[in-house]
């Protein structure tokens, strides 16, 4: 016997198996815009993903440091 296999056949489907759900939701979707990252750490923490120097300084600051 030859199974009919239509829509509502595939929602079950989906029902039973769980479908095309992520296996791990985010819950907090970190922040994508640099000016809205509001605290030092996270910035410092943004920079290293990206690869940037934070905070920049200024040529006169960087000659004070050495």
Same mark, same amino acid.
């Given at each position: 016997?030859?199974?009919?296999r239509?829509r509502?056949?595939? +929602? &079950? %489907?989906? +029902?039973k198996?769980?479908g095309d759900? =992520?296996a !791990?939701?985010? @819950?907090? $979707?970190p922040? @994508?815009?640099? @000016?809205?990252? #509001?605290?030092?750490?996270? $910035?410092?923490?943004?920079?290293? %993903? /990206?690869? *940037? !120097? #934070?905070? *920049? =300084? &200024?040529?006169? %600051? /960087?000659?004070?440091r %050495?």
């Amino acid at each position: 016997m030859e199974m009919e296999r239509n829509r509502a056949w595939r +929602r &079950s %489907q989906a +029902r039973k198996c769980g479908g095309d759900r =992520l296996a !791990h939701v985010m @819950k907090f $979707k970190p922040e @994508k815009n640099w @000016k809205l990252l #509001y605290t030092r750490p996270c $910035k410092l923490m943004r920079a290293r %993903q /990206l690869g *940037i !120097h #934070y905070p *920049i =300084l &200024s040529t006169r %600051q /960087l000659l004070d440091r %050495q």
